[in-house]
């Protein structure tokens, strides 16, 4: 067997698509769907997803703004920009780049978004939604584009077991809950690094997503034949056989697609929905504008 991929690229692009013709009727009715990143520091890596991001609302039609702040940036000025952010009414979605420099408090500076402004769905109050089992509301992107590709793909999770490995606010515990909601109804277990034996509970699983950071901790072993594999990790780690001396890798083993039915690649799986679900929240937080 070897497993069908889900892939991210495609569906991404044609959530963007479909984005369009939104962000073209919000236009029409005086509303331009605005996006603010907050970007503090030299991180490489950050510095990468904000150029993606800004390249995905120039293909959405979605207005962006960058705010650069040095790696010195206290507390406090960076709590002052996002407020300035909530206070300008022509912003509909404000997004603080990951991660903030050490000498910051980056769950604080979460917590002081705006909720309707919180387009990356880590605010207590739409977490909290999730709780209650409200999901049309400002979803986590990661999580949200995981469900996108699992739904995209026609699989049904009613009563499947599912192993979500990792316990992170941004992709774990939200992904567990949208997963346990009604409607999707999947009997969910939630793995981490102090788990016992997680491979043999993997094993029990028809789906299996890893969100640990690892690079290829999940072997093609721990799979059960036929089941659904979701690789959220990115990792870059060394290949002296590539002219960069390294490539991306994900936390599961490529040779786990001899065993599922389906899996995502990395790169161009989930990487892609989460932009798309990114941009899917700002338009979706300009709407929210006209209600």
Known sequence: MSATLLDGKALGS???NSLVERVAALKSKGVDPHLAV????????????????????????????RVDLPSEVSQEELMQVVSDLNADNSIH?????????????????TEAIHPAKDVDGFHPMNLGRLVMGQSDGLLPCTPAGV?????????NLQGANAVVIGRSRIVGMPLALMLAQKGVDATVTIAHSRTKDAAEICRQADLVIAA???????KADWIKPGATVIDVGINRVADESRESGSRLAG????????????????????GPMTIAMLMSNTVQAAEMTLE
Request: a negative charge; aromatic letters at 2%; proline letters at 8%.
């Open 14 to 16: 044609k959530i963007e």
């Open 93 to 109: 979605g404000i997004l603080v780049q990951s991660p903030t420099p050490p000498s910051t408090d980056e769950l604080s500076i």
């Open 147 to 155: 469900m996108a590709m699992i739904e995209n793909a026609g699989i």
């Open 251 to 270: 936390d599961v083993d490529p040779e786990a697609a001899e065993v599922a039915e389906y899996m995502t690649p990395v790169p161009g799986g989930v």
């Open 212 to 218: 640990i950071g690892k690079p290829t901790t999940v």
């Open 38 to 65: 907050v970007l503090a520091g030299d991180d490489a890596a950050s510095h990468v997803y904000v150029r993606n991001k800004q390249r995905a609302c120039e293909r959405c039609g979605i207005k962006s703004t």
